[in-house]
């Protein structure tokens, strides 16, 4: 149990009065320590390359550099060479967990810093390593009994579907947690839920046949265009909901034939739905139905339809309850859904979604500076939140 009320002056100033934190238009947000050794901390999990199924390096180093702080690190292989760490101070069993991730998408980008603008870029910058160094500095400075009631959980392969989180879910002795902060760009606001998501793959089977006698074939190309049509009449009138808005479906990548001169053997289509409202289940419904006539014609012409889908999960509500934040909804996706368990759940993080992923990735100082501060005043609320729940019980 905390000894919490060592904490209520701290409380205080951080919770009640968020107002008195440092300004965005102060030369530094922190102290000149925490500032060094944010930007320090930045830049090498910026400069280790960490791509998807590559992050072996990058977790190695961090669990030296965490070791160094005098954390406990455990790592948990994922995959040969791939390791999720859990880092924790006195005790294993803490009641606030407070995670990102570390790999990142491709192609490597290399670091920068403009020191005239504030502007520090380079793969992972924003997504997710801004995250991941502003949780581990926001650390400095609580109270030790505080401190010692958070753990750091950094996972692999979120950007390829969560095999990392999912992996770290699934350990039979994990520890619980009634908190857990997840750290993605929200530029700096507190997101009150995400969408869901469902992919799914069309796979056309058609005849092939020379061009100038279509006949003696059947087009795989020509049922995907059939199918694809009728999914572009369904994705206006997916469901939608106020909070999250429209239900929206993305042909990602479409691909058929081997030559123009050639009937089409097969076609496949990749598709991903971002779910505003209702379960996986119900769009699997909708897209069945939208092709069910598709499906009957290719199959009288003698070729064939089938959809294999992905594993998905529909729209995720999270805690936004921390007063002094700006709040969103977001429409991408997070390793939130894949940590299963009775934890209030919270989403964060320095930077912008709409630069991740591109080749001008980037974020400004402050608001790598504004960050730290933010995680901090999460752990210290959301711990004096759960306090005041467990004496009410």
Not at 81 to 98: D, F, M, P, Q
Not at 203 to 231: C, F, R, T
């Amino acid at each position: 149990m905390l000894q919490f009320l060592l904490l209520l002056p701290l409380v205080f100033i951080a919770v009640a009065k968020p107002q008195q934190l440092p300004i965005h238009d102060s030369s530094s947000l922190l102290t000149e320590s925490d500032s060094s050794e944010l930007l320090y901390l930045h830049r090498k999990l910026i400069e280790i390359e960490s791509i998807t199924e590559n992050e072996e390096k990058l977790g190695k180093w961090l669990a030296s550099y965490l070791r160094g702080k005098n954390f406990t690190v455990e790592l948990q292989e994922v995959s040969p060479h791939r390791y999720n760490l859990l880092a924790y101070g006195k005790k294993r069993e803490t009641s606030i967990l407070v995670s990102s991730h570390i790999d990142t998408v491709p192609p490597f980008w290399p670091y920068y810093y403009n020191k005239t603008s504030g502007v520090i870029g380079g793969r992972g910058s924003v997504d997710d390593k801004g995250s991941v160094a502003a949780q581990i500095i926001s650390l400095n400075g609580l109270k030790e009994k505080l401190y010692d009631d958070v753990s750091l959980l950094f996972v692999v392969g979120e950007e390829t579907g969560g095999d990392g989180m999912r992996a770290f879910s699934n350990l039979k002795d994990r520890p619980q947690y009634d908190v857990v902060i997840f750290g993605e760009p929200t530029e700096g606001k507190l997101v009150c839920g995400h969408k869901g998501i469902l992919g799914f793959t069309i796979k056309v089977q058609g005849k092939a046949a020379h061009s100038g006698y279509p006949w003696l074939g059947v087009s795989a190309n020509d049922i995907m265009v059939e199918a694809l049509g009728k999914l572009l009449e369904l994705r206006e009138h997916l469901p939608w909901s106020e909070k999250y808005g429209n239900t929206t479906m993305n042909f990602g990548k479409v691909q058929g034939g081997v030559a123009m001169n050639v009937v089409a053997e097969t076609a496949e289509a990749n598709i991903a739905v971002r779910i505003a409202a209702g379960t996986p289940k119900i769009v699997e419904g909708l897209v069945i139905g939208a092709l069910k006539n598709v499906k009957a014609k290719a199959e009288e012409l003698g070729g064939g339809l089938e959809i294999e889908w992905s594993e998905g999960y529909g729209p995720i509500d999270m805690s936004c309850d921390v007063e002094g934040f700006e709040k969103i909804t977001v429409n991408y996706g997070t390793d939130v859904p894949n940590l299963k368990g009775d934890h209030k759940r919270y989403l964060y993080g320095p930077g912008t979604i709409f630069v991740a992923h591109s080749d001008h990735e980037a974020l400004k100082r402050k608001e790598l500076e504004q960050a730290v501060l933010d995680y901090r005043r999460l752990i210290i609320a959301t711990s004096m939140m759960h306090h005041q729940e467990h004496v009410e019980v």
